[in-house]
């Protein structure tokens, strides 16, 4: 299993920014897929998750009617679209797979906001 985040930078507030997992080695359309984010000396938070056929999404109410989850089984990729950045959103961005009790990680992928 191999999940590559990419995407992350430094953006200013308000401005957007959009995250991309490459995903390869295992059946990327079976598996339910999230987002997460970890700021500086804080627990790991779940962002938004899409469900396999995209039939289901969740956000965190922190980013909603922000982000926006959305992905494309064909290509095995995953993307987070950020809009409207704030400070508070600057953290590391992990991509995450999960089916059952099986959850794999990417490396994660850094977004600064900050002007």
């Known amino acids: 299993v191999q999940l590559v985040e990419s995407g992350g930078g430094l953006v200013q507030p308000g401005g957007s920014r959009r995250l991309t997992c490459t995903a390869s080695?295992?059946?990327?359309?079976?598996?339910?897929m999230a987002w997460y984010r970890q700021a500086p000396g804080k627990e790991r938070e779940l962002v938004s998750f899409?469900?396999?056929?995209?039939?289901?999404?969740y956000y965190a109410e922190s980013v909603k009617g922000r982000f926006a989850i959305s992905r494309d089984n064909a290509k095995n990729t995953l993307y987070l679209q950020m809009n409207n950045l704030k400070p508070e959103d600057t953290a590391v961005y992990y991509c995450?797979?999960?089916?059952?009790?099986?959850?794999?990680w990417g490396q994660g992928t850094q977004v600064t906001v900050s002007s």
């Open positions: 995450s797979a999960q089916r059952g009790q099986e959850t794999n």
């Open positions: 899409i469900t396999s056929t995209s039939s289901s999404t």
């Open positions: 080695g295992f059946p990327f359309s079976r598996y339910l």
